[in-house]
């Protein structure tokens, strides 16, 4: 088992930025990849950023792509998402998962991912 927990939500205005943490505890050798989600009100969870455990490859959605930046602390078993340039279409519970690296095509398919965080609530004000 693996366990996810996020922090670092909040409300923010629009141009601000937030940095979202999510502390992996439990049989983390099994993670190969560490991927986070979002899921906004009236909206299904959509694809946000992954990055491998093994060479910290970056992959990023196109709408987040130059605003947000994924990093981890393998020492701290911790994964991060620097939120810059926030819009209120970014308003959404974010959620961190993990799973196994099958290849970059299969990195926004939640299916990849076997294990998630109760997520954490982000909402940007106009």
């Known amino acids: 088992q693996v366990q996810l927990v996020e922090s670092g939500g909040g409300s923010v205005q629009a141009g601000g930025s937030l940095r979202l943490s999510c502390a992996v505890s439990g049989r983390t050798f099994s993670m190969h990849v560490m991927g986070w989600f979002r899921q906004a009100p009236g909206k299904e969870r959509e694809f946000v950023a992954a990055i491998t455990w093994s060479d910290d490859s970056t992959y990023y959605a196109d709408s987040v792509k130059g605003r947000c930046t994924i990093s981890r602390d393998n020492a701290k078993k911790t994964v991060f998402l620097q939120m810059n340039s926030l819009k209120p279409e970014d308003t959404a519970v974010y959620y961190c998962?993990?799973?196994?690296?099958?290849?970059?095509?299969?990195?926004?398919?939640?299916?990849?991912?076997?294990?998630w965080g109760q997520g954490t609530r982000v909402t940007v004000s106009a």
């Open positions: 998962a993990s799973g196994i690296y099958r290849g970059s095509s299969w990195l926004p398919q939640g299916g990849t991912y076997a294990y």
